[in-house]
Nanobody
């Protein structure tokens, strides 16, 4: 019984900013790597950013310098600050987390949120 819920998506103009949040809830023993993906219409899913338990991050080349991923382990939440948004950033954004549950297997399992729409237009 683990759930991820994203929020913060919306419609913005080029150059504006959005901050996405993803809250993990349920019976959780530990949250390991957390990631943000996105998928544009007719395209494959793309890894946008990831953050490990120790805070080490990685980003897709297309968002480096514009997006920042962070996490608050006390709140079991991962964030994605998106600045200087471009039309090509338009996509459904999904969060994904490797989570250990007391009712599941011993090793971490992947859990996904439902996605939140980000649209950048002029």
């Amino acid at each position: 019984q683990v759930q991820l819920v994203e929020s913060g998506g919306g419609l913005v103009q080029p150059g504006e900013s959005l901050k996405l949040s993803c809250l993990a809830s349920g019976s959780i023993l530990g949250v390991y790597t957390m990631r943000w993906y996105r998928q544009a219409p007719g395209q494959e899913r793309e890894l946008v950013a990831g953050i490990r338990r120790g805070g080490v991050t990685n980003y897709a080349y297309s968002v480096k310098g514009r997006f920042t991923i962070s996490r608050d382990d006390a709140k079991k939440t991962v964030y994605l600050q998106m600045n200087t948004l471009k039309p090509q950033d338009t996509a459904v954004y999904y969060c994904c987390a490797d989570i250990v549950s007391p009712y599941g297997l011993e090793s971490p399992s992947e859990y996904w949120g439902q996605g939140t729409q980000v649209t950048v237009f002029s």
